[in-house]
């Protein structure tokens, strides 16, 4: 049986990338929980995890942390899943953009720390920032785009007083 090691789901973006594909695909594991920040959290996680970190996936003798090498792993695991597009040019998409999300975009991850409890106001949003939110929808609008085959309109989802990068250029 799979045994899903992760942290507080509030806080925990990197928890939830696993959690959320074996949820909608269906596939079968036993979550456990391990609040982050408390007494001898990082002592819990280790009886489970080599990285010390969160998520890590159990499977019998073999361990899996890092939550892109978990997606990938139960994609192998379980392909009549199809974790991953069957085509190779759209799997090839779905990987890039999957490892740029999940090795890129510090300033969004520094300014936009993840808590789903609390609402965020910014007077101001950093040019830096700004990129990296316009990423983010484009990343989500031409993916949509691809494979919905669907127009999908541009929106600003971040009111920002600086102009965004299509209108810089």
Known sequence: MNKLIIGNKNYS??????????????????????PLFQAGYKREILKHSPSGKVPALCNGSLTVWDSLAICE?????????????????????????????????????NSLPMNCRKQTEMDKISLELQSEIDRVCEIWRSCRHLFQQRPVPRQQPFPSKHPSRHERR
Request: with cysteine; net charge negative; glycine share 6%.
């Open 73 to 109: 792993y139960v994609g192998e695991l379980y392909p009549e899943k199809s974790c991953w597009p069957h085509d190779m040019a759209a799997r090839a998409m779905a990987r890039s953009v999957s490892h740029e999300m999940h090795s890129g975009f510090f300033e969004i991850r």
């Open 13 to 34: 973006s990197w928890s939830l990338r696993p959690w959320i594909l074996m949820k909608e695909v269906g596939i079968p594991f036993e979550e456990v929980r391990i």
